[in-house]
């Protein structure tokens, strides 16, 4: 089993920034890919961005493309999403998700392993 923790929420103002964290523990050798996926309330689930194993390939959903990066220290077992110029629509809470196979995907279903969230709420 994997384990997946985040942390870095929290109130912030509008144009400002956070660094969430994921951090893995147990048997990490078998994850791969690893992604953000965030949830407003009332809303589904949404994709926010996606890494490969060697950090080398990223996605991002639309809405956050030049304002946030994904990355993640393999030596430390974890991963990374450095949100810049946040708005109100970004409050959500936030998980962090593991698959156990290789390629970039945006569907939840692709992750075998999550983590508990991490809220973020962006006031205007």
């Known amino acids: 089993q994997v384990q997946l923790v985040e942390s870095g929420g929290g109130l912030v103002q509008a144009g400002a920034s956070l660094r969430l964290s994921c951090a893995a523990s147990?048997?990490?050798?078998?994850?791969?890919?690893m992604g953000w996926f965030r949830r407003a309330p009332g809303k589904e689930r949404e994709f926010v961005a996606a890494?490969?194993?060697?950090?080398?390939?990223?996605d991002y959903v639309d809405s956050v493309k030049g304002r946030f990066t994904i990355s993640r220290d393999n030596a430390k077992n974890t991963m990374y999403l450095q949100m810049n110029s946040l708005k109100p629509e970004d409050t959500a809470l936030y998980y962090c998700?593991?698959?156990?196979?290789?390629?970039?995907?945006?569907?939840?279903?692709?992750?075998?392993?999550w983590g508990q969230g991490t809220q973020v709420t962006v006031s205007s």
């Open positions: 998700a593991a698959s156990t196979y290789y390629g970039l995907a945006s569907q939840a279903s692709a992750y075998r392993y």
């Open positions: 147990g048997r990490t050798f078998n994850i791969h890919e």
């Open positions: 890494i490969s194993w060697s950090g080398r390939a990223m």
